[in-house]
């Protein structure tokens, strides 16, 4: 496909992660041969259904220029989600970059809830008990696994 624009002025490493239940944090890096003046704009929907929409909090870095991108009350839907990130320039045509993302597999889990040990002097050891991590996605907690590092005994 023929993409409009200047050669290397599309965004480069674009990541996001979600955390905090619904918070969703997204970042990049201005492309290499990107002009000085260029200002980056992302938009993403979260599915087809739902309109799309621009970031309203930009992270910004020290010469102004948008880098990043912070989301609050995000949900996890069933579909991928769409984002953009476009720019702009006096000096020339900026490449757009695009990605479909699935929600679940970038969200960073909370710890789990509520965690105890009761421990017993003899033999039989130590129960640990505990809850599972909140998600705003995740209906069946049966999904979960858990892994208990026992750092001295």
């Known amino acids: 496909p023929v993409f409009a624009g200047m050669k290397g002025s599309a965004i480069e490493n674009f990541s996001c992660v ?3 239940i619904f918070l969703m944090n997204c970042t990049w890096q ?14 993403w929907q979260k599915s087809r259904d739902e309109e799309e929409m621009e970031c309203e909090l930009y992270i910004k870095d020290e010469n102004g220029r948008n880098m990043g991108c912070i989301f609050q009350n995000v949900s996890i839907g069933i579909e991928k989600a769409y984002f953009l990130v476009n ?17 679940y597999k970038i969200e960073v ?6 965690v105890t040990a009761h421990c017993t002097r003899d033999s039989t050891g130590c129960i640990i008990t505990w809850h599972p991590p909140l998600t705003s996605h995740v209906e069946n907690t049966k999904c979960f696994q858990y892994e208990i590092s026992i750092q001295n005994k």
């Open 87 to 103: 720019g702009s320039s006096k000096d020339s045509l900026i490449q757009f970059y695009d990605e479909y993302i699935d929600l």
């Open 109 to 114: 889990l909370t710890a789990p809830l509520n």
């Open 18 to 20: 979600i955390y905090n």
């Open 30 to 43: 201005a492309g290499r041969d990107a002009p000085a003046d260029t200002q980056y704009f992302l938009y």
